[in-house]
Protein backbone atom coordinates (compact mmCIF):
# COMPACT_ATOMS: atom_id res chain seq x y z
CA UNK A 1 0.00 0.00 0.00
CA UNK A 2 1.15 3.19 -1.35
CA UNK A 3 1.60 5.83 1.38
CA UNK A 4 3.24 9.39 1.01
CA UNK A 5 4.75 11.83 4.13
CA UNK A 6 5.71 15.71 3.84
CA UNK A 7 8.59 16.96 5.30
CA UNK A 8 9.83 20.68 5.73
CA UNK A 9 9.87 23.37 7.82
CA UNK A 10 6.89 24.90 9.38
CA UNK A 11 7.54 28.25 9.23
CA UNK A 12 9.07 30.50 6.75
CA UNK A 13 9.96 33.92 6.33
CA UNK A 14 8.50 36.40 3.87
CA UNK A 15 10.24 36.67 1.01
CA UNK A 16 12.17 33.41 1.35
CA UNK A 17 11.78 29.64 -0.39
CA UNK A 18 9.96 27.21 1.01
CA UNK A 19 11.27 23.22 0.30
CA UNK A 20 8.98 20.36 1.10
CA UNK A 21 9.60 17.55 -0.27
CA UNK A 22 7.31 13.89 -0.80
CA UNK A 23 9.08 10.73 0.56
CA UNK A 24 6.93 7.96 -1.04
CA UNK A 25 7.01 4.33 0.98
CA UNK A 26 5.39 1.15 0.24
CA UNK A 27 5.52 1.45 -3.57
CA UNK A 28 7.75 3.89 -6.33
CA UNK A 29 7.27 6.07 -8.56
CA UNK A 30 7.65 3.76 -11.79
CA UNK A 31 5.14 1.42 -10.34
CA UNK A 32 2.72 3.40 -8.56
CA UNK A 33 0.60 6.04 -9.53
CA UNK A 34 1.80 8.19 -12.19
CA UNK A 35 0.72 11.83 -11.37
CA UNK A 36 2.81 13.12 -7.90
CA UNK A 37 0.75 15.91 -7.05
CA UNK A 38 1.11 19.13 -4.47
CA UNK A 39 -2.26 20.77 -3.21
CA UNK A 40 -2.34 23.22 -0.19
CA UNK A 41 -5.36 24.15 1.34
CA UNK A 42 -4.86 27.79 3.35
CA UNK A 43 -7.27 28.52 6.32
CA UNK A 44 -10.97 29.26 6.15
CA UNK A 45 -10.45 28.41 1.92
CA UNK A 46 -10.56 25.31 -0.45
CA UNK A 47 -7.96 23.16 -1.24
CA UNK A 48 -5.62 24.63 -4.39
CA UNK A 49 -3.56 22.33 -6.51
CA UNK A 50 -0.43 23.80 -7.30
CA UNK A 51 1.41 21.18 -9.73
CA UNK A 52 2.56 17.93 -10.74
CA UNK A 53 5.41 15.75 -11.64
CA UNK A 54 5.33 12.63 -13.51
CA UNK A 55 8.26 9.28 -13.00
CA UNK A 56 9.60 10.38 -16.27
CA UNK A 57 9.55 14.31 -14.79
CA UNK A 58 7.48 15.97 -17.32
CA UNK A 59 5.73 18.77 -14.68
CA UNK A 60 2.39 20.74 -14.68
CA UNK A 61 2.05 23.92 -12.81
CA UNK A 62 -1.34 26.01 -11.84
CA UNK A 63 -1.10 28.93 -14.19
CA UNK A 64 -1.50 31.05 -10.79
CA UNK A 65 1.49 29.57 -9.00
CA UNK A 66 4.15 29.04 -12.17
CA UNK A 67 5.96 32.01 -11.86
CA UNK A 68 6.85 30.74 -8.58
CA UNK A 69 6.79 27.45 -8.06
CA UNK A 70 9.44 24.16 -9.14
CA UNK A 71 8.86 20.62 -8.50
CA UNK A 72 11.28 17.86 -9.41
CA UNK A 73 12.03 14.60 -8.13
CA UNK A 74 15.22 11.94 -6.84
CA UNK A 75 13.13 8.48 -8.47
CA UNK A 76 16.45 6.96 -6.52
CA UNK A 77 15.22 8.24 -3.19
CA UNK A 78 11.61 8.11 -4.10
CA UNK A 79 10.76 11.50 -3.36
CA UNK A 80 9.45 14.69 -4.88
CA UNK A 81 10.01 18.32 -3.75
CA UNK A 82 8.22 21.88 -3.99
CA UNK A 83 9.97 25.08 -3.92
CA UNK A 84 8.00 27.99 -3.89
CA UNK A 85 9.71 31.37 -4.06
CA UNK A 86 9.23 34.83 -2.75
CA UNK A 87 6.29 33.53 -0.49
CA UNK A 88 4.13 36.07 1.36
CA UNK A 89 1.30 34.90 4.26
CA UNK A 90 -1.00 34.48 2.00
CA UNK A 91 1.13 31.13 1.30
CA UNK A 92 0.53 30.29 4.97
CA UNK A 93 -1.59 26.99 4.36
CA UNK A 94 -1.63 22.94 5.10
CA UNK A 95 0.53 21.48 2.13
CA UNK A 96 -0.29 18.26 1.02
CA UNK A 97 1.20 16.19 -1.35
CA UNK A 98 -0.70 13.61 -3.80
CA UNK A 99 -0.55 10.76 -5.75
CA UNK A 100 -2.78 9.68 -8.99
CA UNK A 101 -3.53 7.36 -12.29
CA UNK A 102 -4.69 11.19 -13.97
CA UNK A 103 -4.04 14.87 -13.87
CA UNK A 104 -6.46 15.88 -11.04
CA UNK A 105 -6.84 12.58 -9.65
CA UNK A 106 -5.97 11.78 -6.44
CA UNK A 107 -6.01 8.04 -5.12
CA UNK A 108 -3.14 8.71 -1.97
CA UNK A 109 -2.77 11.13 0.22
CA UNK A 110 -0.15 12.64 3.04
CA UNK A 111 -1.12 14.19 5.78
CA UNK A 112 -0.65 17.04 5.36
CA UNK A 113 2.37 19.60 7.03
CA UNK A 114 1.66 23.20 8.41
CA UNK A 115 3.56 25.65 6.89
CA UNK A 116 3.71 29.22 7.67
CA UNK A 117 4.55 32.25 6.61
CA UNK A 118 5.58 35.03 8.69
CA UNK A 119 8.44 37.28 10.04
Known amino acids: QVQLQESGPGLVKPSQTLSLTCTIS??????????WNWIRQPPGKGREWMGAITYSGTTYYSPSLKSRSSISRDTSKNQFTLQLSSVTPEDTAVYYC???????????WGQGTQVTVSS
Open 26 to 35: GGSMATGYYF
Open 98 to 108: AGGGSLYEYNV
